[in-house]
């Protein structure tokens, strides 16, 4: 019995061993300029590495090229703000030339509070997006049949139907899944990493029948619920039935804000520790006068007379794949980590 034992010992080490040898092969192959490649075999030999079972020192627990990059973008951002302090002393006051930095406000807006998640409105860096991180856990009790979960964290769209048990919750004519608890206060913040296929993000009322027609149950097609959809060619909102095409180029991490105190729903996309509005989703407040801000506009016109009514109901982060072999998962995460996840 102890032979056996050792002898199984020596066969896992000896895969080990294997598996190794080729991580390091590949990451000795990779040209010296492509940085990206290096990170992400890299990221493979320590996959390879954590997948031991013999004794021996572990792997480091953070790599240090991600504490390097992270000293890196706090010096940035610090020299950013200093920059910016000294371009508004030499300008003086009344100076209204464009600088770095360009405040817009109109006359008649309201006084607002300094801890405002009006901020939001604009871009900012993503620490302050982190204030209000909220943890999203996939719901496998509502996932369609046609979605296999990786955990409470990844999912993917497959051809073959997956025999969960019967759920009064799990949706039945689209592919998607719900996120677990329900939002009713506050402002939260989440990440998806687009891994892969046409992509739809967003949130929808608790209260909404999963078992609704794959014309009316698909998120954004319906007063309860609205989403940032990747077509695979270009990014679009939706919300009651209508779409509003995007111009902003593919981001594979999105971060979506929800703002219940301003009843607002924004998406953006999350670049280097920097956040890019893609769109922000909120009823517009008539001007003076009573003229609505965009007359003309479908969609906004659609969002100023049902998009209020959204927050009287629980939300909940939602999430539609399209696409057969569509993949998603709940950030954040590192570009270099989609092709380890692939292969994986």
Known sequence: AMLGRSQGDLRRQEEQRSRLSRARQNLSQVPEADSVSFLQELLALRLALEEGCGPGPGPPRELSFTKSSQAVRAVRDVLAVACANQWEQLRGPGGNEDGPQKLDSEADAEPQDPDSTNLLESEAPRDYFLKFAYIVDLDSDTADKFLQLFGTKGVKRVLCPINYPESPTRFTHCEQVLGEGALDRGT???????????????????????????????????????????????????FHGLEAPLPHPFSPTVGVCLEYADRALAFYAVRDGKMSLLRRL??????????????????QSRLDSHFAGLFTHRLKPAFFLESVDAHLQIGPLKKSCISVLKRR
């Open 188 to 238: 939260y913040y989440w990440e998806v990493e687009i891994i892969e296929g046409w992509v739809s993000v967003g949130v929808m009322a608790e209260d909404f029948s999963p078992q609704e027609p794959y014309d009316r149950g698909r998120l954004g097609r319906n007063a309860h619920s609205c989403c940032l959809q990747w077509n695979g060619r270009s990014f679009s909102v939706w």
């Open 282 to 299: 909120k009823a517009s407040r008539p001007r003076r006068g009573g003229v609505p801000a965009s007359p003309i506009d479908p969609f």
